[in-house]
């Protein structure tokens, strides 16, 4: 692993445990605030999310899936194959 590589995770892993540690700190400290600043947040990211999924134009949507034409009238009866109707019973 370089220097470079572990430099950055190492950057990383302290900036995470900072904004941690301070957010716990805060939250100790002035827990309805941080509650109500966290809803406004969560609220106000969905909002965001549903605007730009209901703004993608409504006119895109994909076309139907066509449907199979219909299958040709198969028909089996010849006139040679039918049997006679007498309705005499053997």
Request: proline share 8%; charged share 20%; hydrophobic share 35%.
């Amino acid at each position: 692993m370089s220097v470079k590589t572990k430099l950055a995770r190492q950057a990383v892993k302290t900036t995470a445990k900072h904004t941690a540690h301070g957010t716990a700190s805060k939250f100790t400290r002035r827990p309805f605030r941080s509650v109500t600043l966290l809803t406004i947040g969560v609220l106000a990211g969905a909002l965001v999310g549903w605007l730009i999924g209901r703004s993608s134009g409504g006119d895109d949507r994909p076309d139907p899936i066509a449907q199979a034409p219909a299958p040709p009238n198969v028909t089996t009866d010849s006139s040679t194959e039918k049997a006679p109707e007498t309705g005499a019973v053997s």
